[in-house]
C-alpha cells in the first residue's frame, strides 16, 4: 500500500485540471479574436458613418452659404382664432378639497368694542 491513499485519484484531477485549463484557453483566445474581429467591424461602420456626416455637414454649409432665392420663399399668414372663448390658464393654485366630514367647528364671534365718547373712562366690571 502506499503512503497516501489518495495519490492516485490526485493525479487524475491534476490531469483534468490541466486538460480544463487548457480547454478554457483555447476558448478564451477564440472569444479573443471574435471580439477583435466585432470590434475592427465597428470602427470602420464608425469612420464610414464620420465620413457621411462630414460630407453632410460640408453639404449644409455651402448649402447655406449660397443665399436663398427669396422669390421662390411663400410665407403664409398664420390662421388667426377668431373663437369667442378663449382659455385662460390659472396660475393660482387651487386650495386641495377638504373630505366630507372635516367641517370646522362654529366659532362663537367676540363683540366689537364701543368707543368712549366724551372723555369717559372705562367701566370696572
Do not use: C, Y
Not at 2 to 17: D, L, M, Q, T, V
Not at 37 to 55: I, K, N, P, T, Y
Not at 66 to 87: A, G, M, Q, Y
Request: aromatic share 2%.
Amino acid at each position: 500500500m502506499a503512503n497516501n491513499p489518495f495519490e492516485g485519484i490526485s493525479r487524475a484531477f491534476k490531469r483534468a485540471i490541466e486538460e480544463h485549463g487548457r480547454l478554457l484557453d483555447e476558448e478564451m483566445n477564440r472569444v479573443q479574436q471574435e471580439v477583435q474581429s466585432a470590434m475592427a467591424q465597428v470602427r470602420d461602420e464608425m469612420q464610414r458613418v464620420g465620413a457621411e456626416l462630414r460630407r453632410a455637414i460640408d453639404e449644409i454649409q455651402r448649402h447655406e452659404a449660397t443665399p436663398p432665392h427669396w422669390e421662390e420663399i411663400v410665407i403664409e399668414p398664420e390662421p388667426v382664432d377668431r373663437s369667442l372663448k378663449k382659455e385662460k390658464g390659472s396660475k393660482k393654485k387651487k386650495p386641495r378639497r377638504k373630505p366630507p366630514g372635516t367641517a370646522a367647528a362654529p366659532v362663537k364671534p367676540r363683540p366689537k368694542p364701543k368707543p368712549l365718547v366724551g372723555g369717559a373712562e372705562a367701566p370696572i366690571e
